[in-house]
């Protein structure tokens, strides 16, 4: 009976070291950008957090800048992607045979952080697209 106590404890330990490691690899998504709208006092309102120099650029220049992010964006993506199925392994080890596995997961900490950032700095150049009223692209 004991030996069966000290099975099912150890399994429970796996367990959640394992639900713990698959929990960090998750990403939380970064805040939603105000609701604009074409309410104008709602864009003035938004572009008080917008940085100056994306105020200072053209229409141009952000269209520009909304392409190189979504190419960046799309890198680090790949680069997270190329990480999973060694960090899947990792974890199904740690789970199954060999706990310290865990410490192989990488969480991308990094390059999910980037993510959020391009993020933020996608939704100020929107922001600043929309106060400029700048022509839609084709």
């Known amino acids: 009976m004991e030996k069966a106590v000290r099975s099912s404890s150890s399994i429970s330990v796996c367990l959640v070291a394992l639900a713990i490691a698959v929990g960090g690899c998750a990403r939380n998504a970064p805040a ?10 709602a864009i003035a309102k938004a572009m008080v957090a917008v940085p100056q120099t994306i ?12 392409e190189n992010l979504a190419q960046h964006d799309s890198y680090l993506e790949e680069k997270i992607q190329a990480n999973r ?24 900490d990094g390059t999910k952080s980037m993510l959020d950032e391009n993020q933020l700095r996608r939704d100020h150049l929107v922001i600043a697209y929309r106060a400029k009223e700048c022509p839609a692209e084709n």
């Not at 939603?32 to 006092?41: F, I, Q």
């Not at 105020?55 to 909304?66: H, P």
């Open 85 to 108: 199925g060694k960090n899947q392994f990792a974890g199904y080890i740690a789970g199954v045979l060999f706990l310290p596995a865990i410490f192989a997961v990488d969480n991308d």
């Open 32 to 41: 939603l950008p105000p609701e604009l709208g074409n309410d104008e006092a």
């Open 55 to 66: 105020k200072q650029m053209s229409c141009k220049q952000i269209n520009l800048e909304i």
